[in-house]
């Protein structure tokens, strides 16, 4: 059974541009939560979809977004990017939710952002 | 504001000598605790669910165990396999996955 894929797995961007990052969950799963990952703060919440819909969201600001497709394929899109945005990013998928703390995670996007 | 401390940051054990590491939280309406274990390079990797206080869960070297205010993750006579980050996290009534930054454990053979 195939593992959550997440592409690109590395990339660098300058500041102000924009980015978008790209998750399969496993099949069947359709849930799929981003985090950001970075040294000092962690892993931080973004947002969560289920079938599609946004289902909750961290605090992060609107610069970050996402959506969810209909065979459960989720993007992220972080626009304007600042340095401080240099980060592992990280995607799950699970069956019902991350409610259930089951997650299941990919290898993580990492950015750089000069 | 629900918050998730882990200590200790870092831990460097020899092989076989077990040791605790401790989560503590504080939280509106505790939905339920996970530990995750993390390689470098690796996304987290789930090990176990928790959900009131005095539950445990074993997995191999691996005991979790819930209080109302802290979690601990025993390991026994570890190897140096079990060298990785250690997460907690909780779920809170707000429903957004909340992390602890983390405990290193080297294990030295």
């Known amino acids: 059974k195939a593992g959550v894929t997440q592409t690109p797995r590395y990339l660098i961007k300058t500041r102000g541009q924009q980015v978008t990052l790209s998750c399969s969950p496993i099949?069947?799963?359709?849930?799929v939560s981003w985090y950001q990952q970075t040294p000092g703060q962690g892993l931080q919440f973004l947002f969560e979809?289920?079938?599609?819909?946004?289902?909750n969201k961290g605090n992060f600001p609107g610069r970050f977004s996402g959506r969810q497709f209909s065979n459960s394929r989720s993007e992220m899109n972080v626009s304007t990017l600042e340095l401080g945005d240099s980060a592992l990013y990280l995607c799950?998928?699970?069956?019902?939710?991350?409610?259930?703390?089951?997650?299941?995670f990919g290898e993580g996007s990492r950015l750089t952002v000069l | 504001e629900d918050q998730v401390t882990q200590s200790p940051e870092a831990l460097r054990l020899q092989e076989g000598e077990s040791s605790s590491l401790n989560c503590s939280y504080t939280?509106?309406?505790?939905?339920?605790l996970f530990w995750y274990r993390q390689d470098p390079g690796k996304g987290p990797e789930f090990l176990f669910t928790?959900?009131?206080a005095g539950e445990e869960k074993e997995k191999e070297r691996l005991k979790a165990t819930l209080t109302k205010k802290e979690s601990f993750l025993h390991i026994t006579a570890p190897k140096p396999e079990d060298s990785a980050t250690y997460l907690c996290?909780?779920?809170?009534?707000?429903?957004?996955?909340?992390f602890g930054t983390g405990t290193r454990l080297t294990i030295i053979p």
């Open positions: 979809y289920f079938s599609e819909t946004q289902r």
């Open positions: 939280v509106s309406g505790l939905r339920g």
């Open positions: 996290a909780v779920i809170p009534g707000n429903e957004k996955l909340t």
């Open positions: 799950a998928s699970s069956l019902v939710g991350s409610k259930t703390g089951e997650l299941f």
């Open positions: 099949s069947g799963h359709r849930s």
């Open positions: 928790l959900y009131s």
